[in-house]
């Protein structure tokens, strides 16, 4: 079945640590999103990719980093610069191809849970 | 930059009574405009869509219209069951000048008593 895979589902770092939460997906779509959840914000945009070996930086990316070398995969690190990373990472993947991207949706992972201990 | 605004929750609501969730999108031009629904623990599900003026999405019996001129995608239902308790997001999608964002709201939670 095609869909979109994040691991692990809950992820312990103590402070200091970088961590890196995986995020993979079958559905051959070229654009791919981290967002952070924390309770009453909604989702923030961390980082997208829109193609491979190319990604951009959204809202919030101070504290992260990412790659793009395959096209099924965007891992993000959550480094010790991040002050504050205890919260809910969701990514997202979309296709972007031509026309269609306006009338595509994205399709979800079902989360990582990262608290620091 | 462009933004989406929905209204604040939490919202609770008896079962079988009408449910709106207002939003109201900022891009420029035609974005995309989506309503998605998560449950506890989960990632977001795709609830309905529109993609230009005047479109109505539904699904499941919620419904929602583009409407161009007032920059909205309220989200309805005519009668709310208990399952239907969960957080809702209003989110747009547009791309211009090579940049493809999704940008979501802060997502209104819904809650339903028998």
């Known amino acids: 079945d095609g869909g979109i895979t994040q691991s692990p589902k809950y992820l312990f770092r103590k402070e200091g640590q970088n961590v890196t939460l995986s995020c993979e997906q079958n559905l051959n779509h070229d654009a791919m999103y981290w967002y952070r959840q924390d309770p009453g914000q909604g989702l923030r945009l961390i980082y997208y990719?829109?193609?491979?070996?190319?990604?951009q930086k959204g809202d919030i990316a101070e504290g992260y980093s990412v790659s793009r070398e395959k096209k099924e995969s965007f891992p993000l690190t959550v480094t010790s610069a991040q002050k504050n990373p205890t919260a809910f990472y969701l990514c997202a993947s979309k296709d972007s191809r031509g026309l269609e991207r306006r009338n595509t949706e994205a399709f979800f992972g079902q989360g990582t849970r990262l608290t620091v201990v | 930059g462009d933004s989406v605004t929905q209204m604040e929750g939490p919202v609770t609501l008896s079962e079988e009574a009408f449910l709106t969730i207002n939003c109201t999108y900022t891009?420029?031009?035609?974005?995309?405009l989506f309503w998605y629904v998560q449950y506890p623990g989960e990632g977001l599900q795709l609830l309905l869509k529109?993609?230009?003026?005047?479109d109505k999405g539904s699904n499941k019996g919620f419904e929602a219209t583009y409407r161009k001129e007032t920059t909205s995608f309220h989200l309805e239902k005519g009668s709310v069951q208990v399952s239907d308790s969960a957080v809702y997001f209003c989110a747009q999608f547009y791309s211009g000048a090579g940049s493809y964002q999704l940008t979501f709201g802060k997502g209104t939670k819904l809650s339903v008593i028998p």
């Open positions: 891009a420029t031009g035609y974005p995309s």
């Open positions: 529109a993609t230009k003026a005047d």
């Open positions: 990719s829109q193609i491979v070996n190319d990604f």
